[in-house]
């Protein structure tokens, strides 16, 4: 079996760094200790810093239809869990961008989100120095989980600050927007709700800590190509919407509980990609108290309310070659806000 758990070497020592950040707080998902970002921050020289950027995950996802503007309507939840990349920023006194990834197969020029986010944030606030970044990629590109997107709202909010930008959050909200639709979630982290384009956030109240399991399989999934596979027996209507989110009681609508976990995505994504749906059935055979497909694929994500859940499953999951598994939880609003330390300061 040449299938990879992401616990080996280098991974196992970035994995464990984050799972003691996180495991340290009472509750990843109430508060985190003042200090456990804050070192980040204040570690490196002056005019710089290191920071995560989170991945995310949509226990609801439902496309509501196609807009005049050819975007599709949808009415989403994002969640934060605590896999992250890791961002090195660097002031330069000239207006250079100068970004450098580990992963070579990751552009490291403008077609880079990270890259965009710089030159969007320079031209609005008429900003005249630069910055060298270094991106260290631990989120699985083309997954569903927002790796481009955190990362870009990550290096709006890091440069803002190191910057000294007289920026609110509207304005970040702005800039945010115009770099993709699911940039501005990431500028509030933990629960929330996602509706337009999934680009109109409304934060809700933290779920439970939940223990997540997340894979990879060995290929790829297309959003444009599973928008455009999408007909209207995959949509749900927003009659169904209204219904179901009236109906719904609160403990369930927002939450990780299997009645509440939908995305409109899977019929699509695993007619054309079955492995994917291999995958799912995995974290189900192995124990997961519910799994779904991450975003429009390629991952998808079991749920466990326990710990000791989470660990047998990742002894007993059957993987295919390729395949790659990233253990991790759910990371809430105070816990997000705490470890990326004083970036939030200006928006509150």
């Known amino acids: ?9 280098e991974d196992a020592e970035v994995f464990a760094e984050a799972w003691r950040d996180f495991s340290s707080a009472p509750s990843a998902n109430t508060s985190a200790p003042s200090a456990v970002k804050e070192s980040l921050v204040n570690s490196r020289p002056q005019g710089s810093l290191t920071v995560p950027a989170f991945a ?30 890791t961002i090195t920023f660097e002031v330069t006194k000239t207006a250079e961008i100068a970004l450098s990834c580990d992963d070579p197969s990751l ?15 320079q031209k609005r606030f ?6 060298r970044i270094r991106l260290e990629k631990r989120i699985p590109a083309q997954a569903g989980l927002g790796g481009g997107a955190s990362d870009a709202a990550v290096t709006l909010l890091a440069l803002t600050h190191l910057w000294n930008l007289e920026a609110n959050r509207n304005d970040l909200l702005d ?71 009236t109906s719904q009681p609160d403990e369930i609508f927002g939450s990780f509980h299997s009645e509440a976990l939908e995305n409109d995505f899977e019929r699509v994504v695993f007619e054309h990609a079955p492995e994917i749906e291999r995958a799912k059935a995995a974290l189900m055979n192995s124990g997961a108290d519910a799994a779904l497909l991450a975003g429009s694929g390629s991952a998808v994500f079991g749920i466990f309310d326990r710990e000791n859940a989470q660990e047998r499953a990742i ?13 991790c939880r759910t990371v809430g609003r105070n816990g997000y806000r705490s470890a990326l330390g004083d970036l939030f300061r200006r928006l509150d």
């Open 107 to 121: 552009p490291e020029g403008p077609e880079n989100l990270v890259y965009q986010a710089v030159e969007a944030l």
């Open 1 to 9: 079996m040449n299938a990879v758990i992401d616990l080996t070497a």
């Open 175 to 245: 800039v945010a927007l115009s770099l993709g639709a699911d940039v501005p979630f990431f500028l509030f982290g933990g629960t929330a709700h996602g509706t337009g384009i999934g680009n109109r956030i409304t934060p809700l109240p933290d779920v439970d800590e939940k223990f997540v399991l997340i894979v990879k399989p060995n290929t790829n999934s297309s959003t444009a190509r599973a928008y455009q596979s999408l007909n209207s027996g995959s949509l749900t209507s927003t009659e169904a919407k209204t219904i179901l989110s």
């Open 315 to 327: 002894q007993a999951i059957v993987l295919e070659a390729g395949w790659r598994v990233f253990p």
């Open 126 to 131: 008429a900003q005249r120095t630069g910055a």
């Open 56 to 85: 995310k995950i949509n226990p609801r996802l439902c496309v509501l239809g196609k807009r005049t503007d050819g975007y599709h309507e949808l009415d989403t939840i994002f969640q934060t869990v605590s896999l992250h990349d």
